[in-house]
């Protein structure tokens, strides 16, 4: 998970979607639905007791691709894109909304894209899409709902209340991505935001909101002509191409920090430290990815993982978090955990020696087990359809294709001390 998971829009928090969605059997096939919309649009078809989740990704539109000058212009228009429609005030829309069956309401733009995604019922579906329709095409803002939302942004961490793991993150991130919108703040810049100005909202939703860099997927009890009927309802007011909009988030300039290890000082960790350490990882192609997921998991799994065992078996470890955080251009495996502050220079030399003994070899017969499992769960479907399109992407990669020469090639990559950064938090 994350460290740093940021909802800008919520309307209801359910406490889980398995009250929506039946554990029969699994769902597998994922339809593609053509449309007169022209949008590329995918469905996936379960039981799902009156209840259908969409999602909408509007490509490359997130934080992380804004420009410098409007660095946090996403998060700030997240913010305004569903306060008031068809003339409601803010409480009313939130009522209006609930009345029409939408519940779990999210906009995000603090990574590459711009999403918004909901439940809504489907007996209501035709009703709440007509209401939430206008948003894309001509959301209803003010100056002082714009002044109101900026003054929402940029979110500054500050060092003695925020969780220790979104602090190693950003700075983290920071040392990866040297002077590039993948290491910077997900919320943009104090002078950025304060620049931001009604035609500049305007401008970005008429460059970014458009047909042709939309992706949506419809989950539920329903047929193609039905969802084709939806997006005809959604998104018929839509421009099908608008002006080309640039992208400030191209890695092939983005330099690696110099800087291999970093401290950060909190007050109150008592006698606890917290250690970071990350590797990005560019162009990788669909099998060297599959591998990634296929070492990672063999490695650091919390449970059978050989790196956190090993931490078990020299009693350094109070907790163990990885990640692998796939962005647009480039991807970075990141790994997290707590120790005594006494043992910090322990924990240093054992990531060292573990760092260079699986750069030179790896056990592959747990690979291999590792391997099979991830072929049998993907060929099994999802569990639950949040955020469906990552699990379809997770699905779709080549497992059973990865041979021991890959392994091998991605293994050094992936521990090459030179390209680790490590940052460390503790008290003074």
Same mark, same amino acid.
């Given at each position: 998970?994350?460290?740093?998971?940021?909802?800008?829009?919520?309307?209801?928090?359910?406490?889980?979607?398995?009250?929506?969605?039946?554990?029969?059997?699994?769902?597998?096939?994922?339809?593609?639905?053509?449309?007169?919309?022209?949008?590329?649009?995918?469905?996936?078809?379960?039981?799902?007791?009156?209840?259908?989740?969409?999602?909408?990704?509007?490509?490359?539109?997130?934080?992380?691709?804004?420009?410098?000058?409007?660095?946090?212009?996403?998060?700030?228009?997240?913010?305004?894109?569903?306060?008031?429609?068809?003339?409601?005030?803010?409480?009313?829309?939130?009522?209006?909304?609930?009345?029409?069956?939408?519940?779990?309401?999210?906009?995000?733009?603090?990574?590459?894209?711009?999403?918004?995604?909901?439940?809504?019922?489907?007996?209501?579906?035709?009703?709440?899409?007509?209401?939430?329709?206008?948003?894309?095409?001509?959301?209803?803002?003010?100056?002082?709902?714009?002044?109101?939302?900026?003054?929402?942004?940029?979110?500054?961490?500050?060092?003695?209340?925020?969780?220790?793991?979104?602090?190693?993150?950003?700075?983290?991130? =920071?040392?990866?991505?040297? /002077?590039?919108? %993948?290491?910077? &703040?997900?919320?943009?810049?104090? *002078?950025?935001? +304060? !620049?931001?100005?009604?035609?500049?909202?305007?401008?970005?939703?008429?460059?970014?909101?458009?047909?042709?860099?939309?992706?949506?997927?419809?989950?539920?009890?329903?047929?193609?002509?039905?969802?084709?009927?939806?997006?005809?309802?959604?998104?018929?007011?839509?421009?099908?191409?608008?002006?080309?909009?640039?992208?400030?988030?191209?890695?092939?300039?983005?330099?690696?920090?110099?800087?291999?290890?970093?401290?950060?000082?909190?007050?109150?960790?008592?006698?606890?430290?917290?250690?970071?350490?990350?590797?990005?990882?560019?162009?990788?192609?669909?099998?060297?990815?599959?591998?990634?997921?296929?070492?990672?998991?063999?490695?650091?799994?919390?449970?059978?993982?050989?790196?956190?065992? =090993?931490?078990?078996?020299? /009693?350094?470890? %109070?907790?163990? &978090?990885?990640?692998?955080?796939? *962005?647009?251009? +480039? !991807?970075?495996?990141?790994?997290?955990?707590?120790?005594?502050?006494?043992?910090?220079?322990?924990?240093?030399?054992?990531?060292?020696?573990?760092?260079?003994?699986?750069?030179?070899?790896?056990?592959?017969?747990?690979?291999?087990?590792?391997?099979?499992?991830?072929?049998?769960?993907?060929?099994?479907?999802?569990?639950?359809?949040?955020?469906?399109?990552?699990?379809?992407?997770?699905?779709?990669?080549?497992?059973?294709?990865?041979?021991?020469?890959?392994?091998?090639?991605?293994?050094?990559?992936?521990?090459?001390?030179?390209?680790?950064?490590?940052?460390?938090?503790?008290?003074?």
């Amino acid at each position: 998970m994350s460290p740093k998971i940021i909802i800008s829009f919520i309307f209801v928090v359910l406490v889980s979607t398995s009250m929506f969605f039946k554990k029969e059997k699994p769902f597998i096939k994922v339809s593609e639905v053509s449309n007169n919309c022209g949008i590329k649009t995918h469905m996936l078809r379960v039981k799902s007791d009156n209840v259908i989740y969409v999602k909408c990704k509007f490509k490359n539109a997130g934080v992380l691709h804004n420009s410098p000058e409007k660095h946090g212009i996403s998060a700030v228009i997240a913010e305004l894109l569903c306060r008031k429609i068809n003339g409601l005030s803010p409480q009313e829309t939130r009522e209006k909304l609930l009345e029409l069956g939408v519940i779990n309401l999210f906009i995000r733009a603090f990574e590459d894209h711009f999403v918004l995604s909901f439940y809504v019922l489907k007996d209501k579906v035709s009703d709440a899409l007509k209401f939430l329709s206008p948003i894309f095409s001509r959301p209803e803002f003010s100056k002082n709902d714009l002044e109101f939302i900026k003054e929402k942004y940029p979110i500054i961490l500050d060092t003695d209340a925020s969780h220790p793991q979104e602090l190693l993150f950003d700075k983290l991130m =920071g040392i990866l991505y040297q /002077n590039h919108n %993948y290491g910077l &703040n997900n919320t943009g810049t104090a *002078r950025a935001i +304060s !620049s931001i100005t009604e035609h500049d909202v305007r401008d970005f939703i008429k460059s970014n909101f458009s047909k042709d860099k939309l992706e949506v997927f419809f989950t539920g009890d329903l047929s193609s002509s039905e969802t084709e009927t939806y997006i005809e309802i959604l998104f018929s007011k839509l421009a099908g191409k608008n002006q080309e909009a640039s992208s400030n988030a191209t890695i092939a300039s983005s330099g690696l920090s110099e800087e291999k290890s970093a401290l950060i000082h909190k007050k109150n960790m008592e006698n606890i430290a917290g250690v970071m350490s990350g590797i990005r990882l560019d162009k990788l192609n669909d099998r060297e990815k599959a591998a990634l997921y296929i070492i990672v998991e063999t490695l650091f799994n919390e449970k059978t993982g050989d790196f956190c065992l =090993g931490l078990r078996s020299h /009693n350094m470890a %109070y907790e163990v &978090n990885c990640a692998i955080l796939r *962005r647009s251009y +480039s !991807s970075v495996f990141y790994f997290f955990v707590y120790i005594d502050k006494g043992d910090l220079i322990n924990y240093k030399k054992y990531l060292k020696d573990k760092i260079s003994a699986y750069q030179n070899k790896l056990n592959i017969n747990d690979l291999k087990r590792t391997q099979n499992h991830l072929v049998a769960q993907t060929k099994d479907g999802f569990a639950d359809i949040t955020d469906i399109d990552e699990k379809i992407k997770f699905n779709s990669l080549p497992f059973s294709e990865v041979t021991e020469a890959i392994f091998a090639g991605v293994a050094k990559k992936l521990f090459d001390e030179s390209q680790m950064r490590t940052v460390c938090i503790c008290s003074d």
